[in-house]
């Protein structure tokens, strides 16, 4: 399984490649998302997580803060995630089909009783 610095690291060179405005966040706020992204007006906070690992309790609040706020809060675990949430932003019909990130997470972990601010990594 790749690490996540090896993941993130792809994404971010793509999505500057596409022409988004990308911020590494790495210290601070406590469930910050890993990337603040800005493409085409749109706001995006973007975790990355490796395929099957999961955001905490505080990193998915923090997503629907985001989401709640007007911007995009999402999961991504490849740079194919990425690109198409950037593609959502111009294809606006398919904005509305953005997956929030309380349904990224499995039933049996959306849940549960870890209150931890821990990052799961």
Do not use: W
């Amino acid at each position: 399984m790749p690490l996540e610095s090896s993941i993130q690291s792809r994404i971010v060179a793509a999505l500057r490649k596409r022409g988004a405005y990308v911020a590494k966040f790495s210290a601070g706020d406590v469930g910050t998302p890993d990337l603040l992204v800005c493409y085409e007006g749109t706001f995006f906070g973007m975790e990355v997580k490796q395929p099957k690992r999961y955001p905490t309790k505080i990193q998915r609040h923090r997503l629907e803060q985001i989401t709640l706020a007007g911007g995009v809060g999402i999961v991504v675990r490849s740079v194919d995630d990425a690109m198409d949430a950037l593609a959502t932003v111009e294809d606006t019909e398919a904005t509305s089909q953005i997956i929030p990130a309380t349904t990224c997470v499995p039933a049996n972990l959306a849940n549960d009783s870890d209150d931890s601010l821990e990052d799961n990594r």
